[in-house]
C-alpha cells in the first residue's frame, strides 16, 4: 500500500541524503501497509523512528559540513518529528493511539510539508552552492 510517492521535486542534491530519502519513503510505505494489514502499529512505527534517527544524523552532518545557514530550523523540524512519532510509539504500545488512518495522515503530512519548505530551502542553498 502506498502512502507517499518519491517525486524528483524532493531531490536535495546530496545523493546519499537522496537515496535515504527514498529508502525511507519505502520503508514508510511497507510500515503503512503492514499497519493496514493489522500489524502492531509500534513495531512499524519502531522501524521508522531508527530509520529517521539515522537519516537526521547524516543530513545534519551534512549540513554542518556545509555551513548551511538553515541548519537550525531544519534540525528543529527533526526533532520535532521524532517527538511526534515517540509519542505515536508510546499511543500505539498502550492502546491510546487512533489507529493506522491517524498514522498515515501525520507522517504524510509531516514529509510533504518538509520537503516542500525545509529540504527545497536546502536544496536550493546546494544548487546555489554547486554553482559557485
Excluded at 60 to 87: N, S, V, W
Excluded at 113 to 132: N, Y
Aim: net charge negative; hydrophobic share 45%.
Amino acid at each position: 500500500m502506498t502512502l507517499l510517492e518519491w517525486r524528483d521535486e524532493f531531490r536535495i542534491g546530496i545523493e546519499e541524503v537522496d537515496y535515504e530519502h527514498r529508502v525511507l519513503i519505502e520503508l514508510i510505505n511497507v510500515a503503512h501497509g503492514r499497519a493496514a494489514a493489522g500489524a502492531p502499529l509500534e513495531d512499524a512505527l519502531g522501524e521508522i523512528h531508527a530509520m529517521i534517527t539515522a537519516h537526521f544524523a547524516l543530513e545534519e552532518k551534512d549540513m554542518r559540513a556545509r555551513q548551511y545557514p538553515g541548519l537550525d530550523p531544519h534540525k528543529a523540524e527533526h526533532e520535532r518529528l521524532l517527538d511526534e512519532i515517540r509519542d505515536m510509539m508510546d499511543g500505539a504500545a498502550t492502546g491510546a493511539y487512533p489507529g493506522d488512518a491517524t498514522f498515515a495522515a501525520r507522517l504524510n503530512e509531516w514529509f510533504a510539508a518538509h520537503f516542500r519548505t525545509q529540504d527545497v530551502a536546502l536544496h536550493r542553498f546546494m544548487a546555489g552552492k554547486a554553482r559557485a
